[in-house]
């Protein structure tokens, strides 16, 4: 079975430059989270879809980010303008919740690199 | 705002040692989760914990969940070189959203 599919895995990029990032989450579940990591902050919750529907985007850090998914096989997160602070590992994780329960399952990440 | 804390941030070990890693919060979750994360990988699920006191155990791991449901711990009895990694603890919210502590990197060397 496939996993968590993430595109592209790395992308350097300039300042100011538009960038799209892509998860196809596993197929048959609900929930779909976008995280970010780094070292200094951990991984922290950007915004997560229950059904597709946005249920909490607090956790993007301002207007530059927006995160949207059209149908339950695909979602992207774009940053516009990007900015050297924006470097960081973006992970895309898909769950399967019912009630109170459900893992986490995890994509590769995309190492995103401003300049 | 919920948080989770995680001591110690780095470990290093011989390899043969025993080893501790905390997971501590002052909010309630309906279950905690740990995970490990390789380096270029995303993290993967280790165990859940739902019920408060609980005790599970994955082959030389060994989680407890606290009889509260704000804390958890994760023993690894003779670590070895394959445990390395970063130890990642997470609150389920009540089916809404997970709650990741900052991670305990752990290094066991040969």
């Known amino acids: 079975d496939a996993g968590v599919i993430q595109s592209p895995r790395h992308e350097v990029t300039e300042m100011g430059q538009e960038v799209t990032l892509r998860c196809k989450p596993i197929?048959?579940?609900?929930?779909l989270f976008w995280y970010r990591q780094t070292m200094m902050r951990g991984l922290e919750l950007l915004i997560y879809f229950n059904n597709n529907v946005p249920i909490d985007d607090s956790g993007m850090p301002e207007d530059r980010f927006s995160a949207k998914m059209p149908n339950a096989s695909f979602s992207t997160l774009k940053i516009q303008p990007s900015e050297p602070r924006d470097s960081a590992v973006y992970f895309c994780?898909?769950?399967?919740?019912?009630?109170?329960?459900?893992?986490?399952?995890f994509g590769e990440g995309s190492r995103l690199t401003v300049l | 705002t919920q948080l989770l804390e995680q001591s110690p941030q780095f470990l290093s070990i011989q390899e043969g040692e025993n080893l501790t890693v905390y997971c501590n919060s002052s909010?309630?979750?309906?279950?905690l989760q740990w995970y490990r994360q390789e380096p270029g990988e995303g993290p993967v699920l280790l165990v859940t914990?739902?019920?408060?006191?609980e005790v599970k155990k994955l082959k030389r791991l060994t989680f407890q969940f606290g009889d509260a449901r704000k804390d958890s711990s994760l023993h690894i009895t003779a670590a070895q070189p394959g445990d390395t990694g970063l130890y990642l603890c997470?609150?389920?919210?009540?089916?809404?959203?997970?709650?990741f502590g900052p991670g305990t990197r752990l290094s066991v060397l040969p």
């Open positions: 197929s048959g579940h609900n929930s």
């Open positions: 914990v739902v019920t408060g006191g």
């Open positions: 997470a609150g389920d919210n009540y089916g809404q959203n997970f709650v």
């Open positions: 909010s309630v979750f309906s279950s």
């Open positions: 994780a898909s769950s399967f919740r019912t009630g109170r329960s459900g893992e986490l399952f």
